[in-house]
């Protein structure tokens, strides 16, 4: 074999080897495409049952407002369940949100620009979120102080403020564990960020080859 031989062979097999590259690089990112719109799917379906869940919750509250089956004497032992309310409005706003967020065609930008975007705008609704463990914590704190008239009517001062009590240290230690297990935190952007990692290592390890 003489050296023009030589270089062509040579020329033919890198052309092989970059078309191998190109082949494995679009594979790989082929996978994480489809690990990502398998996260979409599951955020919306996720979305659809919380807020299947929040409009249950509103008209039950709207049954409490109107036909009051707790017998509540007077206005503000509806407070908490307003704070209710207001939680799950904001609840639904941020399913709405959630919902918006992903709902971007992914074949009409890159990978790297929907995982961007997807990430930065569940970061910006994490606030929204915040809040709405906040106000859960305060109208269930405050759901066992709109029941202490009723039980004065019955018990005498002390009985009626150790049985109002024990549930409110209850429920703060419920919420304090939830807090703590993060429950009220939003995870949605955690996938997409580890898809955004794997990215971009790819990228970085095909930059040095």
């Not at 004497?73 to 959630?98: E, N, T, W």
Request: with cysteine.
């Amino acid at each position: 074999m003489n050296l023009d031989e030589l270089k062509s062979a040579w020329k033919v097999y890198d052309q092989k080897l970059q078309t191998s590259q190109l082949l494995t690089e679009r594979m790989i990112v082929g996978m994480i495409k489809e690990r990502s719109r398998s996260r979409v799917a599951k955020i919306k379906r996720e979305n659809t049952g919380f807020f299947i869940l929040m409009v249950v919750e509103l008209v039950v509250l709207g049954a409490v407002f109107l036909g009051n089956p707790f017998d509540f004497i007077y206005p503000i032992q509806f407070v908490p369940y307003g704070f209710l309310a207001v939680g799950i409005i904001m609840a639904i706003i941020a399913i709405y949100r959630s919902n918006a967020i992903v709902n971007v065609d992914m074949n009409s930008t890159t990978l790297g620009a929907f995982l961007n975007h997807v990430i930065k705008e569940y970061e910006k609704n994490k606030k929204l979120e915040g809040w709405f463990g906040i106000l859960m914590l305060a109208s269930g704190c405050l759901t066992t102080l709109s029941f202490l008239p009723k039980k004065l009517a019955r018990q005498d001062l002390s009985s009626a403020l150790i049985d109002t009590l024990i549930p409110l240290a209850v429920c703060l230690f419920v919420y304090y564990i939830a807090f703590k297990l993060g429950a009220f935190k939003n995870r949605k952007s955690e996938g997409f960020k580890e898809d955004l990692r794997e990215l971009e290592e790819l990228s970085k390890e095909l930059e040095g080859v």
